[in-house]
């Protein structure tokens, strides 16, 4: 089945600076990655997704890139801000073919933590 | 105001004892989902739904239940049989199978002593 590695598991950076996570999944067949951010306590929410016929999707500071032929995606951060601490978790789903339900697989996640 | 809600937030039970954990949603989503997380892991599935009154088991369903009787409504029953229950349980809901994105409820987390 389908297996999602996510890294590194915590990241460090300087408000202002960038911070990359970067997830490499098994399935070839997988077409759709979300990456969702929870914030301590609450329910994970989607911040940007990526569809397997676009290598890249910007939204303001956020953007996640696509290498289908290797097989990983990374979620990129701009100009970071206190605010951007969180746990972020990147997912792959395959909806192609029968039996497709939209289940998701999730890396392990990234603690990220913005310094003032 | 739309959205999915769990409830209660926190849920103490003793061992031995079943628990139901309550998930509604009213956004008219056809899916929903039920996931369990543990410390310094990602979600695991645990049930899903694509309709009313059909579902079908994820990764870890042993121990577990639900039913989906209505479509805005998918309670999971933690049973006693589920060996470590002590968990964050979150539930997700996405317009329908094939339609991507999920949206997560708020969690409920479970301590079982």
């Known amino acids: 089945g389908e297996n999602v590695e996510q890294h590194p598991s915590t990241l460090s950076v300087q408000e202002g600076d960038s911070a990359v996570i970067k997830c490499t999944y098994s399935?070839?067949?997988?077409?759709?990655f979300p990456w969702y951010k929870q914030e301590l306590g609450k329910g994970p929410q989607l911040i940007i997704d990526?569809?397997?016929?676009?290598g890249e999707k910007k939204d303001q500071r956020i953007a996640v890139t696509l290498n289908k032929t290797a097989k990983h995606f990374s979620l990129h951060i701009t100009e970071t801000q206190p605010e951007d601490s969180a746990v972020y978790f990147c997912?792959?789903?395959?909806?192609?073919?029968?039996?497709?339900?939209?289940?998701?697989?999730f890396g392990q996640g990234t603690t990220l933590q913005v310094k003032p | 105001d739309g959205g999915i809600t769990q409830s209660p937030k926190y849920l103490f039970r003793k061992e031995g004892q079943n628990v139901t954990l309550s998930c509604e949603q009213n956004?008219?989503?056809?899916?929903m989902y039920w996931y369990r997380q543990d410390p310094g892991q990602g979600l695991r599935l645990i049930y899903y739904?694509?309709?009313?009154?059909?579902?079908q088991k994820g990764d870890i369903a042993e121990g577990y239940s639900v039913s989906r009787e209505k479509k805005e409504s998918f309670p999971l029953t933690v049973t006693s049989a589920q060996k470590n229950p002590t968990a964050f349980y979150l539930c997700a809901s996405s317009l329908r199978d094939g339609s991507y994105e999920q949206y997560f409820g708020p969690g409920t987390r479970l301590t079982v002593t």
């Open positions: 739904s694509q309709i009313v009154n059909d579902f």
């Open positions: 956004l008219n989503h056809d899916a």
């Open positions: 990526i569809r397997s016929n676009v």
């Open positions: 997912a792959a789903s395959n909806s192609g073919g029968s039996g497709n339900t939209g289940k998701l697989i």
């Open positions: 399935d070839s067949a997988s077409n759709y």
